[in-house]
């Protein structure tokens, strides 16, 4: 949540804006400096209700209570707080609030609606009491109480009515004369008939008429009515039945309030709950109220479908990062307006947040209409929108789902939705994918493990393997790659291919990155505190998000100061893809790596964008050939001379940049011989180790002996 500026306090501030604001608009028996302190601690509430987490928009129910209660009753005071509250708390509170701020306006209405509305009726039904008493009393009584009557009739400010049974108007005071502009003589040229309005709900009338017989004693509901100009105003009506001394029905008392400026408000304050502020299309609540009805509807085996389309822009924060986001609010609105044009009957589309919208098919009645859409969607966008002085190009990925209800939920088809939208970005953007349950299965098991990867991160979930890296010449240990793996609690030990990737995405990756390097840097201390010179060096993968991390060389540093590891017993590798592709922060953090006496490899030499210049200014020191090099090398009698050219080609290349170069993937002796010949100076690999607990590697170091031949060695790591 946006902290509020520094400066005059906020709440100060928004309480003497409100005072200022309603003063004079309601007969308040306060003075200004008292109407601020009562405003002061509503304003309060009201502050503390949107900044909260989650925020408490019902607050603002108690809120408007409380100003009915205080005697804030003019018809321009809520408007004025509606509008002052909805303005100012952004402004006051940064505009993280904003939907708070509408939410709790509008509850806020309600609640000063409902509270006045509570008022109202218990004046009412003190009124009808009252002509009860006038009519049960005694003759002598009788005179006084018919005048309390008169006075209370006359001068209400509700309009008020009396009729007879047979539905004719009799009397009408001035507040209801004034209410629908006819004089009382014209009034009572009127019957209750004549008041009808062709939208009055189908109920009205019976239960009219069952007053009329007596059955009940009064009726309220809210109802339209046209004045006498045609002008349409909506009121709140209760008709009361009035019996004579033997219970009978006698006369109808008709109370109406006008609630005309009150339901526009309502009216206002829902369409700003359900529409996007900046596209007007409808926003996320509508969707989901929408999408929530559909099998909400469905009968048990019914056989309705339902679809949608869920898309979101490509390239749209690129709009926004490079020329405002004012601009990229235009960009939205064209947008919101194309696919507005797209849809038809039974369609809804709706922008769900940022740059995300959805398409909404009920009854859709087969997949084919759900692609025809997003065909449509597609072509819609091609056109280039110009803006900026300058002509731009906006494309959509689209997940298009379309399923029968019976055999789905809401929140099911929008989770395939969403898995479908990342397939169609991942298979190139600018297009769209259909549904298919077998491939969202294995996305969902990816997103599963997202979802998992910080817990597990925090709770030491992950371990650290080390393969031996030998050399060539005479098969002993020279150093160790660290590799780590996922001790899952449900799923068993997960190798890397099925989590480093999504690991990368969330960002995860730099934390873990973070764990794997303490642990393969305490481990190899120990080993140099046992074996001294003879010990290995451990080299630790890490990723290119883990490059462009600020403080990477201060915290491998502090490391190693901490660990008490030789900076020269550390080996950093790196892909050959994250060297090239950029040359900023990860060239940096190489330069103070390696200052400090770090050693670089790069790891799959051979797979990325050899650029062979830039890779003669890199700070490297070992160059990893991918094991698809060697493959062809593994049988002397089967050997790829085509392989062997490559091989040597690349050894030549590293020694000419006078790198050490080491082979990955050896699983043969006469592999390993072959690498040998053709001039790589190490090789890791099966024939040497699979990767072995820390343990097992000071094991391998106390025995002294040289890798290849062990069988027990050969085992899964």
């Known amino acids: 949540m946006t902290e509020p500026a520094a400066g005059p306090d906020p709440l100060e501030v928004l309480a003497a804006d409100w005072a200022e604001e309603v003063e004079g ?21 009201v502050v503390d209700a949107v900044r909260a987490d989650p925020p408490r928009p019902e607050v603002g129910a108690e809120v408007g209570r409380r100003l009915v209660v205080a005697h804030f009753t003019g018809p321009s005071t809520v408007d004025r707080t509606v509008v002052l509250l909805g303005e100012r708390l952004p402004a006051l509170y940064g505009p993280g609030v904003q939907a708070a701020a509408h939410a709790l306006t509008g509850a806020l209405a309600a609640g000063y609606a409902a509270a006045l509305r509570d008022r109202t ?31 209370m009739f006359h001068e209400a400010a509700i309009g008020m009515g009396l009729g007879d049974m047979q539905g004719r108007i ?57 004045r006498r100009n045609g002008e349409e105003i909506v009121g709140h009506l209760t008709l009361s039945l009035v019996r004579d001394d033997q ?7 008709a109370m109406l309030e006008d609630v005309t400026e009150r339901h526009r408000l309502q009216e206002h304050l829902e369409y700003q709950a359900y529409h996007d502020p900046l596209t007007t299309l409808a926003n996320r609540a509508r969707f989901t109220e929408r999408l929530e009805r559909v099998f909400a509807e469905a009968a048990p085996g019914s056989t309705r479908r339902v679809g949608v389309c869920f898309l979101d822009l490509d390239g749209f924060k690129t709009i926004n990062d490079s020329l405002g986001h004012d601009v990229g609010d235009l960009m939205l609105q064209e947008v919101a307006h194309r696919l507005d044009a797209c849809v ?69 088809l929008m989770r395939a939705a969403d898995i479908t939208l990342y397939t169609a970005k991942a298979e190139g953007r600018g297009r769209w994918a259909v549904h298919d349950p077998d491939r969202d299965e294995a996305e969902t098991a990816r997103f599963t493990l997202s979802a998992a990867l910080p817990s597990a991160v925090a709770h030491g979930e992950f371990f650290v393997l080390y393969q031996p890296l030998v050399s060539l010449a005479d098969h002993r240990i020279r150093g160790v790659e660290a590799l780590v793996r996922w001790q899952h609690p449900r799923l068993g030990v997960l190798s890397p291919s099925l989590f480093i990737g999504p690991a990368e995405e969330t960002g995860v990756i730099v934390p873990l990155g973070r764990a794997v390097l303490e642990t393969a840097c305490r481990d190899a201390r120990d080993w140099h505190a046992e074996f001294g ?14 490059l462009h991390e600020p403080g990477l060389v201060a915290e491998v540093a502090a490391l190693l100061d901490r660990t008490g590891l030789p900076p020269a017993r550390l080996q950093v590798e790196l892909t050959e893809r994250a060297l090239t592709t950029d040359e900023g922060a990860p060239l940096k953090a190489l330069d103070g790596l390696r200052a400090m006496g770090v050693r670089i490899a790069v790891d799959d030499f051979g797979t990325g964008y050899s650029n062979l210049s830039y890779l003669r200014r890199l700070p490297v020191d070992v160059i990893k050939l991918d094991g698809s090099f060697g493959e062809g090398l593994r049988e002397e009698e089967l050997s790829d001379e085509v392989d062997e050219r490559i091989v040597g080609t690349l050894v030549a290349l590293g020694h000419a940049l006078d790198l050490t170069v080491t082979a990955e993937g050896v699983e043969t002796a006469s592999q390993a011989a072959r690498l040998r010949a053709l001039g790589c100076d190490e090789g890791q690999g099966w024939l040497f180790a699979p990767a072995l607990p820390a343990e097992e590697v000071a094991t391998l170091l106390r025995r002294g002996l040289p890798l290849g031949d062990d069988p027990r060695l050969r085992r899964s790591g």
């Open 533 to 546: 010179a003879a010990a290995p060096f451990v080299s630790v993968n890490v990723a290119p998000r883990q």
């Open 247 to 253: 219970g009978q029905p006698a006369y109808q008392l």
């Open 25 to 45: 608009t309601s007969y308040v028996p306060m003075a200004a400096d008292e109407l601020r302190d009562h405003l002061r601690e509503l304003a309060r509430l």
């Open 344 to 412: 038809g009957e039974g369609e809804l589309v709706a922008r769900t947040g940022g740059d995300e919208f959805v398409v909404l098919v009920e009854d859709s009645r087969g997949v084919e209409r759900l692609v025809a859409l997003a065909d449509r969607v597609l072509a819609a966008l091609a056109p280039p929108v110009r803006l900026a002085g300058q002509e731009l190009s906006v494309t959509a990925s689209i997940g298009v789902v379309e399923q029968p209800v019976a055999e789905t939920t809401a929140s099911e």
């Open 121 to 151: 009726l218990d004046e009412q039904e003190a009124i009808r009491r009252a002509v009860l008493v006038a009519r049960q009393h005694t003759e002598q009584a009788l005179h006084a109480s018919e005048a309390r009557f008169r006075a």
């Open 170 to 226: 009799l009397e009408v005071n001035p507040a209801m004369t004034h209410m629908f502009g006819h004089s009382a003589e014209e009034f009572t040229r009127l019957t209750v008939g004549d008041l009808t309005h062709p939208d009055d709900a189908p109920s009205v009338w019976p239960l009219y008429e069952r007053l009329l017989r007596g059955e009940l004693d009064n009726v309220r509901l809210e109802k339209r009515f046209f």
